[in-house]
């Protein structure tokens, strides 16, 4: 149960300290390790080359936790980076509320026993282990000084959560954070892995914007896989799971468009899904943006095989790693912004063959979950504000929906 009443969250915080001020030498082969929270770089360096940069300034990023453990490390990428990055410190911390830290959290992370790294155009490193208790389904906050010009940052760039970026200079242990602006990016972090001791594995939540929550209260924790992690974790009939986010806002199967979308689910899969840990299931709810998009580019939807080869692609690489790959069917669209007749044909095409064809190794309907019974080609107008995206409620009955027997 998440840890919210302010006595557990001294507790917590004594724990996170005392426990942490070791860099331990466990391998980082420990078949314990386990991806508790991860995020998938999105934005690509626009064409015109017109991008916020940092220089002497520190990031402070809000993350939330599913399972816990009892000593974590991070993944740093620069995957779309321009250039060479230099990170001169990170910490990571509780977070008490906004972007002020708990109080005696703050926790100093290493590369090979050193504060600072120099990122690689391209490159991803994993941290030094940290001894400390994670507590689940927790905010953390992970704090990242920049002491030169970064150059274009790798990015999640619609993460539904506010972030902060500081003023001038190194504040990742300070208290109370000197914001300059905020963003709802999350640059730079990619994973945050943690040894947990339970008999638990992780659930990839794979998709688009709907996945990644758009839609949803801002910092709220409400998209339909957090629902879904606090239900898994509250209910005693089933072993925890891990559940992680691999969604990206305007993401699509086979193609893209603008560079903020992201690469294609078949470029991204390996990085956003296999190079996770003890991954044993994946929930893939994408392919509307593939309709939707591409009508109001070409004036036609793409065709739903060219989105079922897709998936078929996806579904042989996911079971060549002993993944269970779960359909969820595409959920309506009427009067959202690229609404056509002729891509609700194509949306039934998908979903006709996600229900019915048995390449999936189990289904969830999220479609005839947020349907309107009277209007079935659209959203539940009370589990939507933009007849797209679910609020929510939406979000909440989307995972409240989902049977735990596909994860027994």
Same mark, same amino acid.
């Given at each position: 149960m998440e840890i919210r009443p302010s006595i557990l969250r001294i507790t917590v915080c004594s724990v996170f300290l005392l426990c942490s001020l070791i860099v331990s030498a466990q391998e980082h082969s420990d078949p314990r390790w386990i991806t508790t929270w991860a995020t998938s770089p999105s934005t690509l360096p626009p064409e015109n080359s017109d991008y916020q940069s940092l220089n002497n300034q520190t990031l402070r990023l809000?993350?939330?936790?599913?399972? +816990? +453990?009892?000593?974590?490390?991070i993944r740093l990428s620069n995957y779309h980076g321009d250039e060479a990055i230099n990170v001169g410190a990170v910490s990571v911390a509780l977070q008490e509320t906004n972007s002020i830290i708990s109080s005696n959290s703050a926790l100093s992370v290493t590369f090979n026993g050193q504060e600072s790294i120099?990122?690689?155009?391209?490159?991803?490193?994993?941290?030094?282990?940290?001894?400390?208790?994670?507590?689940?389904?927790?905010?953390?906050?992970?704090?990242?000084?920049?002491?030169?010009?970064?150059g274009f940052l790798t990015a999640h760039a619609l993460s539904n959560q506010t972030n902060y970026i500081s003023e001038l200079g190194n504040h990742t242990k300070s208290l109370s954070f000197p914001v300059q602006s905020q963003t709802s990016a999350w640059n730079l972090l990619t994973a945050i892995d943690v040894i947990n001791n339970e008999d638990a594995f992780t659930i990839a939540a794979v998709g688009d914007s709907i996945t990644d929550g758009w839609g949803s209260s801002d910092s709220g924790n409400q998209r339909w896989p957090d629902h879904f992690a606090r239900r898994i974790f509250n209910d005693s009939s089933i072993n925890k799971f891990a559940i992680v986010n691999a969604g990206i806002s305007g993401n699509r199967v086979t193609t893209e468009s603008s560079p903020q979308f992201g690469q294609n689910l078949q470029a991204r899969f390996e990085r956003d899904v296999l190079a996770l840990n003890k991954v044993t299931h994946m929930v893939l709810l994408e392919g509307i943006n593939d309709i939707g998009m591409a009508t109001m580019e070409t004036g036609s939807p793409i065709e739903a095989g060219i989105i079922i080869n897709g998936y078929r692609n996806i579904i042989a690489r996911a079971h060549a790693?002993?993944?269970?790959?779960?359909?969820?069917?595409?959920?309506?669209?009427?009067?959202?912004?690229?609404?056509?007749?002729?891509?609700?044909?194509?949306?039934?095409?998908?979903?006709?063959?996600?229900?019915?064809?048995?390449?999936?190794d189990g289904v969830i309907d999220f479609d005839a979950v947020v349907r309107d019974p009277s209007e079935p080609k659209r959203i539940l107008p009370s589990?939507?504000?933009?007849?797209?995206?679910?609020?929510?409620?939406?979000?909440?009955?989307?995972?409240?929906?989902?049977?735990?027997?596909?994860?027994?």
């Open positions: 809000i993350v939330h936790t599913s399972v +816990g +453990g009892e000593a974590f490390r120099n990122l690689a155009r391209g490159a991803v490193v994993l941290s030094d282990v940290i001894t400390a208790a994670v507590p689940e389904l927790s905010n953390l906050t992970v704090s990242i000084y920049l002491p030169e010009e970064t790693r002993g993944i269970k790959i779960i359909g969820a069917t595409l959920t309506p669209f009427q009067d959202a912004i690229y609404y056509s007749e002729e891509g609700e044909k194509e949306r039934q095409a998908v979903n006709e063959f996600i229900r019915n064809s048995g390449e999936f589990y939507t504000e933009d007849n797209l995206h679910p609020n929510d409620t939406g979000y909440k009955a989307m995972a409240d929906s989902i049977d735990l027997n596909l994860f027994r």
